[in-house]
């Protein structure tokens, strides 16, 4: 199975930044895509990037060229470095993957991101 693990969440001001990361442990090697998703509570949980094998990126539309999705791949790990950051950014953040190993989709616990205007 796959572990992801989020970390670097927290509380900054309107027009901060933040950097969030998600390591991945388990039976990783199939994995050729890991994403971003946030969520407000009593809203949908949203894409915001992706990155793919070859580092590939995509973005959501409201990202704006505010964020960048990264990857280091002998840690395990992708970043979220999240910049011009607004009060509407306020949401708990998921790392997301699918393994074609297991023809599953997993999601770690989520990191909490707030904004104060």
């Known amino acids: 199975q796959v572990q992801l693990v989020e970390s670097g969440g927290g509380l900054v001001q309107a027009g901060g930044s933040l950097r969030l990361s998600c390591t991945a442990s388990g039976s990783i090697g199939s994995i050729n895509r890991m994403d971003w998703y946030r969520q407000v509570p009593g809203k949908e949980r949203e894409l915001v990037a992706s990155i793919f094998t070859g580092d590939t990126t995509n973005y959501a539309d409201f990202v704006e060229g505010r964020f960048t999705i990264s990857r280091d791949n002998a840690k395990n790990t992708v970043y979220l470095q999240m910049t011009s950051l607004k009060p509407e950014d306020t949401a708990v953040y998921y790392c997301?993957?699918?393994?074609?190993?297991?023809?599953?989709?997993?999601w770690g616990q989520g990191t909490q991101v707030t904004v104060s205007s």
């Open positions: 997301h993957t699918y393994s074609p190993i297991y023809n599953n989709y997993y």
